[in-house]
């Protein structure tokens, strides 16, 4: 199995259309848990032979979630961490250096460089110069495949499956990026039925729609989440961005149209699962926390098996 | 020794009423910084058999010396570090998450929590919902118990007992928390007599000295500062806090009022001390450094091995 | 080779007038290379009988390139981390601590302490309270002085020599802290000739000129680039920083008056090189990036060695 030949850059979630590696990373993940939670250093170890190796976070808008997340899985693999929280204050940018000159300067002082940044493409431009594995933490509206990754990883953990899903996606269609890579990666599994639930002015974009017609993919875009709240194996629940409306009249009037409460909780299988990226705010009520269909927080937690593996198979 | 069963989440100053523990936490203070002197690694160590535990410390407001704190004693324990400067601009927060949701995900990440808030009470929910202990540094007026641990350490270890003394706690004693923490462990102790200088507008609150009234520690409001130089085997100072006066004015009266100099030394017994939680302004001026009995950068070296000894005891 | 009696603190370019310890810092710079490409862990780490040893970072104003080169080459070494970003707002100085304080507050917490301040001279007053040794990382317009040593690495290694040098210093020389370090070390070697291109308003300040007068080494002020790209072993390029210019007119007039293009390139010795302490702007265009000449990012790789070096001098 040669791990390091399969990833090297990691910047679109379309690297993982390829169901076999998908399984690999979902199995490394596993292991990292395993070794994780059993102590098991040793099996953790990104390398015994050679120094440790050095994780540069390289920031340009806030993500302290995702950063922690990438910081932590390098440390549990027995490596290093150098970081910026806020590029833009990067004292070079402020004077005007540019990205590629930024990637090019980091990469000296690191083995892997981490990228979040605000403006879409930004990943690929880095990777084009970057000597080092460059991996998208996100980039605008654009892409953010570790995201990706650990969505599938935890359908897969907590289903048992990503084949055969009737999958409701409730909530920002439009503006909310895990949702779009979340439907292209299903698109890639068998027997899959999407349903887009979402206030009218914050639909699926068009160009995902497309893509699943073309692929063939079932889906149909509705407004009434109780109709399919019985029939869903899976609610995935997306924030309301209150950044992304101009008139907050807009915004207070669709943040509350779809709330996950007990009264949904009551309708869904018991074998569902309701899964939500976090942070959330009102969409899913406090009250549906303590029901184990309620699968947010252990998301969360595979984020970081999830990016061990990562980094694993990056690293070698 | 069943050190892990003593503490888990470390959040206020009254888990320390059992003087037996008190004791024991001292011990191991002095333990870790013979060992980390000597460099005897071993000694230190955390855990030689599972991975390298990971702080995270969680600052919803700066306080860079107790993170700096806190972070090198995990790092000398062989542990490992990952951090938030600034919580408030952690990208969730300000997208509207709660405490409790932050703090959930973030257990994920981290075997422990170091929690600094702005609002009181903060860590007590926090441990309610958190899987791994969280430590208290510091909620908003309330509580901060790691520096209430290390000033009875320093005068365990500068004055050679915590019974039978005389104390002149100075300055701002309304909203300075660690007075008021000190208070009351200093109240567990035998044969302690306490003077509370200030003046009139900032003395200690109702509340604790109703609690040294129920307990029968003999104490005295005063405002002389030179009337108990002489007696006292310790002079506690405190910073008057620009930041709590509305009116300029009456900060810079109060300000000077109780400035410990070479005059005030001159009065002093020999084998007395100064201890200071720092940073000092004015209130104890620079000339006094050199003296053997000002104690208060050697107060601030002890935070090391106290938080390595409670750092040890709660990870085991 | 007693290597720790030769540095303690690191303060000032005069440090390195003896010429054998910078050939020392040189080749323990390449041996660090050598070992960390090669994985020789062993060979890098500081020391494996005692603790990891720990870097504070202590930034007073942002550097993040500086920064990461500092923690990149401590982590390499095997040493440890603790971080301040942004010190001036950290806690303590907005109450009011002064830099001696806060240098004797960090020193209880670090092994060694990076300092970066906006105020020249600062390192200096650190060093004389400091238990532990203090690194300048630039204080204000005064020193910077692992810049200066990495500069002149890079010179060895681009050029072979440090002798019998024709060198360019291009740009903004009155507010460039590097090319005041540069010139002062450059004027320790033989046969060296040094022409100085810039504009009236930014020239070489006058001490610098004076000091190279008395130590007769050859100069030039020139404002012509092109009558001098042909003789040159070396083009050391600086950024017109438009931070110092009041009036925005000047700094755009002045910022574009020597842009090393293809065409000055093309007038350069095959041998020759160009070299620049990064972030650039457009003073270097970046058709030349390609060109074997342009060493700037290999001059910044470099930075890691030398710091590499330097802490292993220091901490022993």
Known sequence: MKLNSKIHHLIEVKQ?????????IFSLAREMEVADKGGEYGKLALSQTSRRKILATLFYEPSTR????FESAMLRLGGEVISTEDAPSFSSVTKGESLVDTIRVTSSYADVIVLRHYEEGSSKIAAEVSPVPIINAGDGTGQHP??????????????GRTDNLEVGLVGDLLYGRTVHSLAYLLAQ???IKLYFVSPGEIKMPRDVIHYLEEQKVAFEEITDLKGIASRVDLLYVTRIQKERFRNIKDYNRMKRVYVINNEILSLMKKEARIMHPLPRVDEIAVEVDKDPRAAYFRQAANGLYVRMALLKMILG
């Open 16 to 24: 993982f259309k390829d169901r076999e590696l998908l399984e690999e």
């Open 66 to 69: 995702t950063r922690l997340s």
């Open 146 to 159: 570790t995201q990706a990754l650990l969505d599938m990883y935890t359908i897969q953990k907590e289903l």
């Open 189 to 191: 599994q068998k027997g």
